[in-house]
């Protein structure tokens, strides 16, 4: 599934805030298409901090952060936007859905922004919808389904303007167990068909289920990195 392309890379990255410690040090990472990586750590590891970075939402105070072949380090506040609008899809804990929308016009949204005809953006949704198995919700609002629900909306709504990458933080920390469990098959099979993945965890299970890979963050500097078949220490 995996090819040689990569979709992340991120080199000597070190992000400080102020006089405390750096939240990160000294980290490279390197992702390959259609790999599924889990970011896991303790609070305050790093974690947050390197999901940031790839999103564009934060700068590393030194080294860079390349991804989809574009230096997102380098971007200005309209080229991040423009940059998560187009390359990457993000998937949040508590959903992040607007509930005055309905569930469609929230799948709808990325693809409004990005510029894309109201017809393609409308077939586009349909067909998510029902790969997804929501698309019975399609006039409902958010406020009328169950967690897990409101998480395949989510990722419809990510996966809307088709990324190279999908993050997610903590998709299943909002969850009982069973839409827990309904979110991981999700986002496995999303992966098996070749989705690019990283997801930040504390879900040993949606680690355990989706991943090909582990990252594992010690304060702010990666200490393990486990292929399922291999693992490296450092």
């Known amino acids: 599934m995996a090819t040689n392309a990569p979709v992340i890379d991120i080199r000597e990255v070190t ?4 006089e405390g410690p750096p939240a990160l040090t000294d980290v490279s990472l390197t992702v390959h ?3 599924a990586v889990a970011v896991l750590g303790p ?11 790839i999103a564009g939402l934060d700068r590393p105070s030194t080294g860079s952060v ?12 309209s080229g991040s936007a423009r940059y998560r609008r187009t390359r990457i899809g993000m998937v949040f804990q508590f959903f992040n859905l ?23 953006a409308r077939r586009r949704a349909a067909g998510l919808l029902e790969h997804l198995g929501i698309d019975r ?7 009328r389904l169950s967690g897990g629900e409101r998480q395949r909306v989510a990722v419809a709504r990510a996966l809307m303007n088709r990324p190279a990458l999908l993050l997610a933080d903590e998709p299943t920390g909002a969850l009982d167990s069973a839409s827990g469990e309904d979110v991981r098959k999700l986002l496995t099979g999303l992966n098996t068909e070749g989705q690019t993945l990283v997801l930040v965890t504390h879900d ?3 680690a355990e289920s989706c991943a090909t890979r582990t990252v594992e963050l ?6 393990r990195d486990t292929h399922r078949a291999t693992a490296v220490a450092r």
């Open 33 to 35: 298409t259609g790999e």
């Open 137 to 143: 919700h399609a006039g409902t609002h958010p406020g």
């Open 98 to 120: 607007l509930d005055d929308l309905t569930v469609l016009d929230n799948v709808l949204l990325p693809a409004q922004l990005a510029g894309v005809s109201r017809a393609e």
């Open 66 to 77: 390349t991804v989809d072949g574009l230096r997102v380090d380098g971007l200005n506040e």
């Open 43 to 53: 609070s305050g590891s790093g974690k947050s901090t390197l999901l940031n970075l």
């Open 204 to 206: 040993l299970r949606l």
């Open 15 to 18: 992000r400080t805030y102020g």
């Open 218 to 223: 010690v304060d702010g500097r990666i200490v």
